[in-house]
Every structure is written in C-alpha cells, then in structure tokens.
C-alpha cells in the first residue's frame, strides 16, 4: 500500500507571498497524483491532477504541481497567495487494481494553509 | 448538475441509538466510498462499493455497516457499537473501469453522538 507525506501541518503565509505544499509518497509504482482543497464544514474539491504527460500541472486559480518520480514528490504551488486560499490542502494517491478492484486511493494528513493579511 | 448529495449536513445522537447518513450520486460512477475525517488525521476509508450488492471493509470498518442496493446510493449506517462516533463523514464516487478516474466528494455530514 502506499503511504502519502505532508511534511507541513500548519503554513501561515502572508498575502501575495509564494507558497510551496510539500508532497511525498512511498513508492514510483504506476500511479495518480491529485491536490484537494476543503473549506470549512465542506468536502474535497479537486485542484490539479497528475495523470501523465508533463510534469507540471496546472489548475485554474494559480495553483501548480510538479510530478518528480525519482523524488516520489507531488509539491503544490502558487506564486503569489490570497485571502481566500486559505483552506486545508490533500495530496492523494490512486493506484489501479484493475476493473474488478478499481482504484485505492491514498490520503495524507492534510496541511492547513492559512493567508495573512 | 451532476454531483453527490449527502444528507443531512449536521446530525446529532445520543450514544446507543443507531444512525444512518445518506449519499446520492448521479454521476453514472460504479465505484462508492465513505471516509471518516478527525481533525489531524486525514481521511481514513470505512467501506467501499465497486458495484451494486458488493461491498469491502476498508481501514476503519468496525462499527460501521453498508449497502449498496443501487448504483446511485450508498448509505452508512454507524452503529452503537462504534466507540467514537463523532466525526465529519465523506461520501466519493469515482469511475470503477477508468484507472485515473479522480475521487468526486459530497459535501459531508457533521455527526455528533453525546
């Protein structure tokens, strides 16, 4: 089974200062590499994902992330951070058993990513 | 729109009883989860569904109880076995037969037990 690192529980930044979420799993096996954003009392929305082709993915609010497999990272940027950024951050994992198992999907812990204005 | 209802959004229990949390999808997907988040730990997997009248026990499955009598709902029973039930659950959905098939969430149910 794989395992999902977020190295960082809490990162306060300041408005308009860049950002690194910090992502690593267990092993380079053939996988699927996804960003979740929760608000308060919400469920996960997708930001970005990982499928395969380039490297960096984007997302449409100024979100990046880059696929490094000999690092076994996934870290979510964005250059230049606001108010409403703030929000808990998931990087997850899927793996694919076939069609009669389908997809595991692995979590991390999450990390609280709090603007400052 | 499609999208994954879950119902209701806050619920509260005395300790004892049984309660049951629903999830609607309509986005055509076979495959069905229900996690459980406590604040720190991420989200951890109760049950999972690939297709209809077919269930697995994920991590946590202890207390828990489900079916999946049709494609569109899931529901979740927690159980007065269940030590600590309190907890903000998640229903999923994603596309069995699709390997990148992403997990679409609902929007949670808040349960408090006292």
């Known amino acids: 089974a794989q395992s999902v690192t977020q190295l960082d529980s809490q990162v306060p930044v300041f408005e308009e200062a860049p950002v690194e979420l910090r992502c690593n799993y267990s092993?380079?096996?053939?996988?699927?590499l996804f960003w979740y954003v929760q608000y308060p009392n919400q469920g996960l929305q997708l930001l970005l994902k990982?499928?395969?082709?380039?490297?960096l993915v984007e997302s449409i609010n100024g979100f990046e992330a880059e696929f490094n497999k000999s690092q076994t990272s996934f870290h979510l940027r964005k250059p230049s951070v606001h108010i409403s950024d703030t929000a808990e951050y998931f990087c997850?994992?899927?793996?694919?058993?076939?069609?009669?198992?389908?997809?595991?999907?692995?979590f991390g812990t999450g990390t609280s990513l709090t603007v400052i204005p | 729109d499609g999208g994954i209802t879950q119902s209701p959004k806050y619920l509260f229990r005395k300790e004892g009883q049984n309660v049951t949390l629903s999830c609607e999808q309509n986005?055509?997907?076979?495959?069905m989860y229900w996690y459980r988040q406590d604040p720190g730990q991420g989200l951890r997997l109760i049950y999972y569904?690939?297709?209809?009248?077919?269930?697995q026990k994920g991590d946590i499955a202890e207390g828990y109880s489900v079916s999946r009598e049709k494609k569109e709902s899931f529901p979740l029973t927690v159980t007065s076995a269940q030590k600590n039930p309190t907890a903000f659950y998640l229903c999923?959905?994603?596309?069995?037969?699709?390997?990148?098939?992403?997990?679409?969430f609902g929007n949670g149910t808040r349960l408090t037990v006292t």
């Open positions: 999923a959905s994603s596309l069995r037969t699709y390997s990148n098939s992403p997990l679409h």
């Open positions: 092993s380079s096996v053939s996988v699927y």
């Open positions: 990982y499928l395969s082709g380039s490297t």
């Open positions: 997850a994992v899927s793996e694919w058993f076939g069609v009669n198992t389908g997809n595991q999907f692995y």
């Open positions: 986005l055509n997907h076979d495959a």
């Open positions: 569904s690939q297709i209809v009248n077919d269930f």
